[in-house]
């Protein structure tokens, strides 16, 4: 069973569940989702869920989000399903990226250059497309958004309004 946790190659994603019992790590590989308790070191659930790309947990409750080449879905933090929703249902072929609102419980899912707003019940609440390829998400405290591009970052308000936009260009070479 060790060999599961240090197989870096089968290892997508660690995220650390701080619900109100106790606390719990998500990991996936090849084919499943495990939810490890962190106090007993035991794992609690097992989700088959073959091609995940991207997992992310809801602070609000310890529901887990998980991203697979085609869809998106949501389990309760003990790891029943609690809704599924194909990709395509938001203008998307692919997704690459997560990131879970810990104050709301909504996600924001990024394909390449677009991004889309779900609610916690896995409604679309707004999307729009990115001037360039999303890199990164970062969802602050006031919940704007910060995303990462090539060489750039764009900030935008939590509905989707353009804030600003800053260039990353010759910022890490020793340009001033």
């Given at each position: 069973m060790k060999a599961l946790f240090?197989?870096?190659n089968l290892v997508l994603a660690v995220l650390i569940s701080f619900a109100v019992q106790a606390s719990s790590i998500w990991f996936a590989t090849e084919n499943v989702v495990q939810q490890l308790d962190s106090d007993t070191h035991?794992?609690?659930a097992t989700l088959p869920l073959p091609e995940v790309k991207a997992l992310a947990v809801d602070a609000k409750d310890g529901s887990l989000l998980a991203l697979t080449e085609k869809k998106i879905l949501k389990f309760?933090?003990?790891g029943v399903k609690r809704w599924e929703k194909a990709l395509?249902?938001?203008?998307l072929s692919e997704g690459k990226l997560l990131?879970?609102?810990?104050y709301d419980g909504s996600l924001w899912l990024a394909s390449d250059k677009k991004l889309v707003h779900i609610d916690s019940a896995g409604r679309q609440l707004i999307a729009w497309s990115a001037p360039g390829s999303i890199k990164r998400i970062a969802l602050t405290l006031d919940e704007s958004l910060w995303l990462l591009?090539?060489?750039?970052?764009w900030h935008y308000s939590s509905s989707g309004a353009f804030l600003e936009s800053r260039s990353l260009s010759?910022?890490?070479s020793g340009e001033a």
């Open positions: 240090f197989a870096a035991q794992i609690v309760s933090s003990g395509a249902d938001f203008g990131a879970a609102n810990p591009g090539e060489s750039q970052i010759g910022l890490f």
